[in-house]
């Protein structure tokens, strides 16, 4: 079975830093695009940033773009996104995903925060 686990998440000053990491189970980590995504309260979940099976590829929303880096480690299975200079406005759950030929799979979200 397919499994996401997102942890990391907390409360920020603006400006601060937080790093994210998804670990992930069930399928060939190795062989898929990881995406992370972020949905605030009231509004659509967004896409956040995708990167590629190998981690030689990666795109970012334009609002995270020079912002956040999302990278892997293929040996531990894990995904991560370090969120630099961060703003009121990235406050949100942040979930990871996956899409594979059978289905589409989501981490259970993790709480990010960004006030003073």
């Known amino acids: 079975q397919v499994q996401l686990k997102e942890s990391g998440g907390g409360l920020v000053q603006p400006g601060g830093s937080l790093r994210l990491s998804c670990a992930a189970s069930?399928?060939?980590?190795?062989?898929?695009?990881m995406s992370w995504y972020r949905q605030a309260p009231g509004k659509e979940r967004q896409l956040v940033a995708v990167i590629n099976y190998a981690g030689s590829s990666a795109n970012y929303a334009d609002t995270v773009k020079d912002r956040f880096t999302i990278s892997r480690d293929n040996v531990k299975n894990t995904v991560y996104l370090q969120m630099n200079s961060l703003k009121p406005e990235d406050t949100a759950v942040y979930f990871c995903?996956?899409?594979?030929?059978?289905?589409?799979?989501w981490g259970q979200g993790t709480q990010v925060t960004v006030s003073s």
């Open positions: 995903n996956v899409q594979t030929s059978w289905g589409t799979f």
């Open positions: 069930g399928f060939r980590f190795s062989s898929y695009a």
